[in-house]
Structure formats: structure tokens, C-alpha cells
């Protein structure tokens, strides 16, 4: 009897060692965990003795619940309380609330809902991040094409106003037109935010394009691997201007559970590394880092 459409559309994304599965699960849950309850504690530091009250308490909860994920007993409770400090947050800082936030909370409800030890649920999780991954990816580059601020430029004109951007980007474009695209303050009447270098032209369409062919190329077996290193490659390049370190930081760890291989033991210290190294930046002892 021929096998439910569904069901063979939802295994595209498998293939996998079993054996490894629920250590690398597992690592990769603790990564996020680290990132979100890192992610507090950033965001609290520049504000300390400024915070709005239910800020500290979810402070707190992220705290306490980030430690007892650790504990295997505790550990569905803590997820669950993590994931609805999360939806608090999202809640009050609505509509300003950062898009990498609904990516964590579906992570935490996953991790909350589903065992990494379990043959069952452990294959459920790891389809359900991948698939994740996929649909981001996707509807990131649908999304840029659709609106079409990427066709022509416009997005990228608009953000070399950004220091930050026109450090890593500008030297694509004549001195002129650099300037003249840094002094638009995006008032009205300002413009146009038309770039005519050829260069950053490609940059752009380039971003949007990948993002479509890098889904589907995460799915076929045979493409995977190398669609897992461009995807990174993109990724970092896209961090690197954007210095969405949280953001960055998650989804790099989901791209890796594409590997067979257990790639999250050893990025579960890479991202508790880079976590520490932006806590003693918050802190004053390292220079001053834009990040977000």
C-alpha cells in the first residue's frame, strides 16, 4: 500500500545516525536555552535599576528555569516556564518585539512537548526544527522578492545610513553615490534609494535568491551538505551587517542539525564562548560591540 503523501512530504527532511540523535537534541536545546536566558540578562545590564517590574520577574524566571532545564527531572516544567516567560515578553513589547523571540519560544514549546530520548519523539523533534529551518529560510527570501525592497536596492540604500552597514557595504559603491545615500535620513521626499552599483545590485538579488533555492536544496539528500555550509556562509554574512547576534546564534544551530554528524556538542561551547565574550563587552571590560 502506497505511504500517505503527507507523511512522505514530512520525511524530506530526515536522515539522520538514531544513535546520536537525543545527545545532539539535547545539546542543541541547551544552546538555546543559553542564548535566551543570556539574551535577559544583555538586555537587563545597560538598563539595571531602570527595568519595568515584571522585566525583573521575568528575569528572575528565566533565570531559575535556565538552571533547572539541567536538572532531567525539571526539565519539562522549566522549558514550559521559560517558554511562557518568552510569551509574556513578546506580549508587553508587542509589536516592537524582536522576530527572532517567536523563533526561540517555538523551539522551547517543541523542546517543552517533545523527549530527546524517546526513538519517537526524538525523530518528531529533530523533523520538526529542520522544517523549521526550511520554512524561515524560504519565506525569508519569498518575503524580500514579494515586497521587492531588494530588487532594486531599496532596502539596502536605506540602511547604509547605518554606520554599521556602510562600513561593511559601502565600498561596493562610488564615492558619491555612498555619500549621497548616507546623508538620506529617510524623511519624506528624501531619495530616491536607488543604487546603480552593479555590485551591491548582485548583493541584494543574490540574498533573496539563495534563501528560496537553499530550502528545498536542505531537503535533498544529495545537496544537503553542501546547502548546510552555504546556508551557514549566508547566514554569517547576513550577522555580520545585521549583528543579529541572538538570532544567529539559534538558527546557525538548527542549520547544523541538518548534519549526521553530532555538530551541537561542540557549538553548545562555541555559543556559551561567544555568550560570555558579549556578557564582559555589556559589562565594559571588552569594547563596545553593536549587537542585538
Not at 543570556?38 to 538598563?47: G, M
Not at 523527549?115 to 519565506?139: H, K, M, N, P
Not at 555550509?229 to 555580520?240: D, F, P
Not at 547544523?256 to 555538530?263: I, N, Q, V
Request: proline fraction near 4%; include cysteine; glycine fraction near 6%.
Amino acid at each position: 500500500m502506497a505511504r500517505p503523501f503527507r507523511s512522505s512530504f514530512a520525511e524530506l527532511v530526515d536522515g539522520d545516525e538514531p544513535a546520536l540523535r537525543a545527545r545532539r537534541l539535547a545539546a542543541f536545546e541547551q544552546g538555546v536555552v543559553l542564548v535566551v536566558v543570556a539574551e535577559y540578562w544583555l538586555r537587563a545590564i545597560p538598563k539595571w535599576g531602570q527595568l519595568a517590574a515584571h522585566y525583573d520577574a521575568l528575569l528572575a524566571i528565566a533565570t531559575v528555569a535556565g538552571a533547572l532545564i539541567l536538572a532531567r527531572r525539571w526539565r519539562r516544567p522549566a522549558l514550559l516556564a521559560l517558554a511562557a516567560a518568552h510569551v509574556v515578553l513578546l506580549w508587553t513589547e508587542f509589536p516592537s518585539s524582536g522576530n527572532h523571540a517567536y523563533l526561540e519560544l517555538y523551539v522551547l514549546l517543541l523542546a517543552a512537548l517533545l523527549r530527546c530520548d524517546d526513538e519517537q519523539e526524538g525523530r518528531l523533534y529533530l523533523r520538526a526544527v529542520r522544517w523549521l529551518v526550511v520554512i524561515v529560510l524560504f519565506s525569508s527570501g519569498i518575503q524580500k522578492l514579494a515586497h521587492g525592497y531588494w530588487l532594486h536596492g531599496e532596502y539596502l540604500a536605506f540602511s547604509l545610513g547605518s554606520e554599521t552597514y556602510r562600513a561593511l557595504i559601502g565600498w561596493l559603491l562610488p564615492a558619491d553615490e555612498l555619500a549621497r545615500l548616507a546623508g538620506l535620513r529617510g524623511e519624506v521626499g528624501d531619495g530616491p534609494y536607488r543604487i546603480a552599483s552593479l555590485p551591491l545590485l548582485v548583493l541584494g538579488n543574490t540574498t533573496w535568491l539563495a534563501e528560496i533555492l537553499l530550502a528545498p536544496a536542505l531537503c535533498w539528500r544529495r545537496t544537503r551538505p553542501a546547502a548546510m555550509v552555504l546556508a551557514l556562509l549566508l547566514l554569517a554574512a547576513i550577522e555580520t551587517v545585521a549583528r543579529e547576534v541572538f538570532f544567529g546564534l539559534v538558527f546557525a544551530s538548527a542549520i547544523l542539525l541538518f548534519a549526521r554528524r553530532d555538530l551541537q556538542t561542540p557549538a553548545r561551547g562555541l555559543i556559551a564562548l561567544a555568550l560570555a565574550l558579549l556578557a564582559l563587552v555589556r559589562a565594559g571590560i571588552l569594547p563596545e560591540v553593536t549587537f542585538y
